[in-house]
């Protein structure tokens, strides 16, 4: 069984950074298939990043440019680097994960079986 907590969200201003982290347990992260989604009360769940067990990744376009996932091999961990950020950005971002092989892109939510509690990012203008 996977567990997933993530933390690093916060209020911040328009332009500035956050990193998030997904620390994974019961599993070895380096070999999961990774994604942050995220999502808005009454609002549809977002794919935002995904990253494979090759290390290859994937951005979707509403964040290109600006957000950049990895893995921490060290602490076990998901890493969501996130500049420039902006009001839009503004939701509950969450951690999910599969084990064995993904196609890049997969960022639909019903394909990921470990989930974590979430952890809420503000941007204010």
């Known amino acids: 069984q996977v567990q997933l907590v993530e933390s690093g969200g916060g209020s911040v201003q328009t332009g500035e950074s956050l990193t998030l982290s997904c620390v994974a347990s019961?599993?070895?992260?380096?070999?999961?298939?990774m994604a942050w989604f995220r999502q808005n009360p009454g609002k549809d769940r977002e794919g935002v990043a995904q990253i494979d067990s090759d290390g290859r990744t994937f951005v979707a376009d509403s964040v290109k440019g600006r957000f950049t996932v990895s893995k921490d091999n060290s602490k076990n961990a998901l890493v969501l680097e996130m500049n420039s950020l902006k009001p839009e950005d503004s939701a509950k971002y969450y951690c999910?994960?599969?084990?064995?092989?993904?196609?890049?892109?997969?960022?639909?939510?019903?394909?990921?079986?470990?989930w974590g509690p979430g952890t809420q990012v503000t941007v204010s203008s």
């Open positions: 999910a994960a599969k084990s064995g092989f993904c196609w890049l892109p997969s960022l639909s939510g019903s394909e990921y079986a470990y």
């Open positions: 019961g599993y070895t992260a380096s070999s999961l298939c």
